[in-house]
T-cell receptor, first 111, second 116 residues
Framework: EDQVTQSPEALRLQEGESSSLNCSYT??????LFWYRQDPGKGPEFLFT???AGEEKEKERLKATLTKKESFLHITAPKPEDSATYLC????????????FGKGTSLLVTP | GAVVSQHPSWVICKSGTSVKIECRSL??????MFWYRQFPKQSLMLMAT?????????EQGVEKDKFLINHASLTLSTLTVTSAHPEDSSFYIC????????????FGNGTRLTVT
C-alpha cells in the first residue's frame, strides 16, 4: 500500500531562518512526486513535480529534491508570506492520475 | 492557465437535504476529475475519480449512493451529497487533469459544507 509521511507536522521559523521539510514515501512504481502549498480555507496550489531520484527543482525561496525514498522541500531565508501548509503527494504508475497525499507540514514564519 | 473553479465556496444545509457542488475547468479540457475530502488538520482523502461520459470510480468506504458524481462534459463535474448529515460536514475539493501525465493536477478552492 502506498504511504506518504511528512515531518515535522508543524514548524515555526523566524524570518530568514532556513530549514527543510521531509516527505518519506513508499509506492509501487513512482510516476511522480508532487509538492503543493495550501493556505487556510483554500485548495492546494501546485509547486513542483519530481519524477526521478536526483532531480531538483527551484522556485524563488523553495527547492525540492528527490531520492528513492524521500523528498525534501528546502526553504531558504523564508518570509512571513511563506506561512502555509505544505503538502507532499505521490502518483503511482498503476493509479491513473490520482494523488496520494501526506498530512502536510504546517509552516509558520514569524517576523 | 489551468484554472479550476469550484462553486459554491461554502454552503450550510439542514440534515436530510441534498447539496450540489460544481467543479469547472476554465481554460482546459479535463478528461479526468477527482473529488477529495479534507477534515481539519488531516490529509486530502480521495473519494472518487470521474471520467467524462462514464461512471465514477469510488474509493473503498465511500458510499456511491450518498455522493453522486456526474461528469457530463470535459469542463464540468458535479458532486451531490444526498440526504446530508452532520458527519458529512467537511471541506470538499475537486481537481482536474488532462491526458498529459506530465501535467500536474490543478485544484479548485474547495467547498466548506456544514450540515446542521
Amino acid at each position: 500500500e502506498d504511504q506518504v509521511t511528512q515531518s515535522p507536522e508543524a514548524l515555526r521559523l523566524q524570518e530568514g531562518e532556513s530549514s527543510s521539510l521531509n516527505c518519506s514515501y513508499t509506492v509501487s512504481g513512482l510516476r511522480g512526486l508532487f509538492w503543493y502549498r495550501q493556505d487556510p480555507g483554500k485548495g492546494p496550489e501546485f509547486l513542483f513535480t519530481l519524477y526521478s531520484a536526483g532531480e531538483e527543482k527551484e522556485k524563488e525561496r523553495l527547492k525540492a529534491t528527490l531520492t528513492k525514498k524521500e523528498s525534501f522541500l528546502h526553504i531558504t531565508a523564508p518570509k512571513p508570506e511563506d506561512s502555509a501548509t505544505y503538502l507532499c503527494a505521490v502518483q503511482a504508475r498503476n493509479s491513473g492520475y490520482a494523488l496520494n497525499f501526506g498530512k502536510g507540514t504546517s509552516l509558520l514564519v514569524t517576523p | 492557465g489551468a484554472v479550476v473553479s469550484q462553486h459554491p465556496s461554502w454552503v450550510i444545509c439542514k440534515s436530510g437535504t441534498s447539496v450540489k457542488i460544481e467543479c469547472r475547468s476554465l481554460d482546459f479540457q479535463a478528461t479526468t476529475m477527482f473529488w477529495y475530502r479534507q477534515f481539519p488538520k488531516q490529509s486530502l482523502m480521495l473519494m472518487a475519480t470521474s471520467n467524462e461520459g462514464s461512471k465514477a470510480t469510488y474509493e473503498q468506504g465511500v458510499e456511491k449512493d450518498k455522493f453522486l458524481i456526474n461528469h457530463a462534459s470535459l469542463t464540468l463535474s458535479t458532486l451531490t451529497v444526498t440526504s446530508a448529515h452532520p458527519e458529512d460536514s467537511s471541506f470538499y475539493i475537486c481537481s482536474a487533469s488532462t491526458t498529459d501525465y506530465n501535467s500536474p493536477l490543478h485544484f479548485g478552492n474547495g467547498t466548506r459544507l456544514t450540515v446542521t
